[in-house]
T-cell receptor, first 116, second 116 residues
Framework: DQQVKQNSPSLSVQEGRISILNCDYTNSMFDYFLWYKKYPAEGPTFLISISSIKDKNEDGRFTVFLNKSAKHLSLHIVPSQPGDSAVYFCAASARYSGGSNYKLTFGKGTLLTVNP | DTGVSQDPRHKITKRGQNVTFRCDPISEHNRLYWYRQTLGQGPEFLTYFQNEAQLEKSRLLSDRFSAERPKGSFSTLEIQRTEQGDSAMYLC??????????????FGEGSRLTVL
């Protein structure tokens, strides 16, 4: 039972354009969402997060949007750079409703390739 | 380097043998997590500790798996009588429990297990 779904296994964009990575979730208890980036042979690294009380969070070139009614979030990268090429994981937790359990549930990931 | 460190980075073993992985978290972090990642999947939660107490175990953690965190510092994950299905990347992560903050997990580079 996939509670966090990333339906696009891969995405290819041109340098300088916008990259949009999508994520859907099914568990209504999830109230905190994170994006992680992973390079080959490395562990995932935290990128950006958003609480369910917000619908947008921005950090430099990265913006995460949350649509609670649709149980959907997206990560926008503008402008995309070749160094952004990596696997991006969407993750969710029941941080506030789950008794401060920061356990994360991950999607399968989307491989982003940014072409020069 | 003050990040999460894992050892060994790669372990090749024969079916039926026992293996042990070690994780040293970021020193001030009081929570430690073990995840497993197989090819094409996102990290899957196995277990987590708050200080030395193991607070939750996934149903993925069969009786052949045991994790410890003596004295609330480093942690070990032991797999007894390994099976080929145990082949995966075992990721350790740590975090600091606090009310505010992003609550992100900091991951190590992982220990890759290959069972022949």
């Amino acid at each position: 039972d996939q509670q966090v779904k990333q339906n696009s296994p891969s995405l290819s964009v041109q340098e300088g354009r916008i990259s949009i990575l999508n994520c859907d979730y099914t568990n209504s208890m999830f109230d905190y969402f994170l994006w992680y980036k992973k390079y080959p042979a490395e562990g995932p690294t935290f990128l950006i997060s958003i609480s369910s009380i917000k619908d947008k969070n921005e950090d430099g070139r990265f913006t995460v949007f949350l649509n609670k009614s649709a149980k959907h979030l997206s990560l926008h990268i503008v402008p995309s750079q070749p160094g952004d090429s990596a696997v991006y994981f969407c993750a969710a937790s029941a941080r506030y409703s789950g008794g401060s359990n920061y356990k994360l549930t991950f999607g399968k990931g989307t491989l982003l390739t940014v072409n020069p | 380097d003050t990040g999460v460190s894992q050892d060994p980075r790669h372990k090749i073993t024969k079916r039926g043998q026992n293996v042990t992985f070690r994780c040293d978290p970021i020193s001030e972090h009081n929570r430690l997590y073990w995840y497993r990642q197989t090819l094409g999947q996102g990290p899957e939660f196995l277990t987590y500790f708050q200080n030395e107490a193991q607070l939750e175990k996934s149903r993925l953690l069969s009786d052949r798996f045991s994790a410890e965190r003596p004295k609330g510092s480093f942690s070990t994950l032991e797999i007894q009588r390994t099976e080929q299905g145990d082949s995966a990347m075992y990721l350790c992560a740590s975090s600091f429990l606090r009310v505010r903050g992003t609550g992100e997990l900091f991951f190590g580079e992982g220990s890759r297990l290959t069972v022949l």
